[in-house]
């Protein structure tokens, strides 16, 4: 018995090799995060971004913006 998959072909997704995580917690990190992430983007043209993750947590005193890239350095 032979397996068809009925699904489109989709050309494979880089291999994962790097994870580059920024956070913050103070307001006025979180106002400079994306100008963080830019930079760091503009200093690893090697690095292709295969996924972006935004995750927010907080509790009474603390706020923390967290930004994940997943990449592939080619």
Same mark, same amino acid.
């Given at each position: 018995? @032979?397996?068809v998959s009925k699904s489109?072909?989709?050309p494979m997704q880089p291999r994962i090799n790097?994870?580059?995580v920024f956070s @913050?917690?103070?307001a006025r990190d979180r106002e400079?995060?994306?100008d963080r992430v830019s930079a760091w983007i503009a200093?690893?043209?090697e690095v292709e971004i295969v996924q972006t993750v935004v995750a927010q947590s907080s509790d009474r005193s603390f706020h923390c913006l967290s930004l994940i890239l997943i990449c592939a350095r080619s």
């Open positions: 018995m @032979a397996l489109p072909l989709r790097l994870v580059k @913050a917690t103070k400079d995060i994306g200093a690893n043209p």
